[in-house]
Structures are given as C-alpha cells and as structure tokens.
C-alpha cells in the first residue's frame, strides 16, 4: 500500500506514515477546529509533488478561501492546483464548473456529483478535497438517497486510485463514517478562556493508528501536530 502525505508530519506519524493512496477518508469537527487548513495542507502537499489536485469548496466562497489561506503562507499561483467555487450564487443556483450549467443546489445533489464525477473521470487528479461535503447532504431527503448518491463518486475516485479528503461539519457520527477508510477528527476546547487544540483518528482500515488524542497547534504558518504528546484539555 502506497502512503501519501497529510502535509501535515506529526499527523502522518499518528497515521503510521500517511493516508493510503487511492482511498476516501472523512475529515470531521466543528466550525473552526481546522479542517480547511488541514485540508489545505493536504492539497497543497500534492501540488508541491507535481500532482494534480482538485479542491472543491461548497462552504466558503474561493475568493475567501485563497485570502485566509494566504494569511497561514499556502499559494495559489500553480497550474497542478484547480480550486472549484461550487458554493451557492444565490439561493438555490451553484454553477461547479465553467461551462456546465448552473447547478440547483437546493434541488440536486445529484447534478453536482456528476459534474464533479465527470471531472474527475476526465483528468487524473491525485487528490481531491470537498470542503464541506456537508453542505450537499442538506440538499438530500433521506440518508439511504445521500448514500446512492455518493456511492458513484466513491466507485469513480477508487478507479482512478485518487485520494480523497471529505470534510465534514457533523460532530456526530455520520453516515460517511461507514463508507470512507479511515476518519480524522480535530477537537477543540475551552480551558479557562483558551482553545486548546487536539487530533484524533477514530477509524483506519488496513493499517496500525496512534490512538491517542494529540495536541494541535494552527499558526501563521499552519497546523502542527505534536504526535509525541498527549492531549490534555
Ligand atoms: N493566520 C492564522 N494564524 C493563526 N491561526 C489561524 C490563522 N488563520 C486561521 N487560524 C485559526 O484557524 C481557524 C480556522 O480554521 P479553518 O480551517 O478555517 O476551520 P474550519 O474549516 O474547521 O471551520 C480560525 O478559527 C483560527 O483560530
Ligand atoms: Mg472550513
């Protein structure tokens, strides 16, 4: 099994040296806990291979997205990386990707994974970021409908062996939990006015995993996973 880089050294040590190429892992936690960056990092990591990567972002708009994460010194000036604006342009309307008509978002989920399905049948992207996949499932009724649809997309990314990050902003466990290969949780608390910071991998398949809870730090110049230490909130 080939190991790929989180960007992120001190988590690719809890994962015993990286997230296994050609599978789908969930990134989950609450607002501000650090998913974007991570998965920033994640993508940029790839870029700075050659790779090419796709990023999806459905939560922040891309103009935004590129501004704080050039406050934390990631660049968006490489060809390798395609940044996809599939927010929603007013109400109901997302257009994901130019020359594709503008999508329904409030209606279908299912026009939004097949552009993005297309895409990634198109082109050999190494990695791809959904950022926040959370945002199509509001869109869905039931959970077995969310599961149908996303199943085509998990089948099209496996046979492009690409890696794929979904960010998710449920605490809870959700129903991707059960379809992806591994999960990686980022915790946040209050301690006397504080935030103190904290990663977990609740769930790997096919590999040993540092079940500790460790601290982490987000700075001007990104995340720090202290894998030698433990989480003490
Ligand atoms: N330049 C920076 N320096 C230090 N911390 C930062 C910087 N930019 C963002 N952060 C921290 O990262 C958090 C946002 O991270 P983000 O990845 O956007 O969270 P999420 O995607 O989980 O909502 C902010 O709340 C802030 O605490
Ligand atoms: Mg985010």
Do not use: C, W
């Amino acid at each position: 099994m080939v190991r790929v880089s989180t960007g992120v050294p001190g988590l690719d040590a809890m994962l015993n040296g990286g997230l296994i190429k050609g599978r789908v892992y969930l990134l989950k936690g609450a607002a501000g806990t650090g998913k974007t960056i991570l998965a920033m990092h994640f993508a940029m990591e790839g870029v700075k291979n050659g790779e090419d990567v796709l990023y999806i972002t459905l939560g922040e708009p891309s103009k935004q997205l590129v501004e704080n994460m050039r406050s934390i010194g990631f660049e968006f000036d490489d060809p390798h990386f395609r940044l996809v604006d599939a927010t929603p342009i007013d109400h109901v309307k997302s257009v994901v990707f130019t020359g594709s008509p503008g999508v329904e978002f409030g209606e279908s989920m299912e026009r939004l994974l097949s552009s993005i399905i297309s895409e990634v049948e198109g082109k050999d992207y190494s990695r791809v970021v959904v950022d926040p996949i959370t945002m199509m499932k509001l869109t869905v009724e039931s959970e077995l409908k969310y599961r149908k649809l996303l199943l085509p997309f998990l089948k099209a990314v496996h046979r492009k062996n690409t890696t794929v990050l979904l960010v998710s902003e449920e605490e809870r466990t959700n129903v991707e939990e059960y379809m992806v290969s591994g999960v990686i949780e980022l915790l946040r608390r209050d301690v006397n006015g504080t935030f103190v910071r904290g990663v977990r991998v609740t769930k790997f398949r096919g590999s040993a995993v540092d079940e500790n809870t460790r601290p982490l730090k987000i700075t001007s110049r990104g995340m720090v996973v202290l894998s030698d230490r433990v989480f003490r909130p």
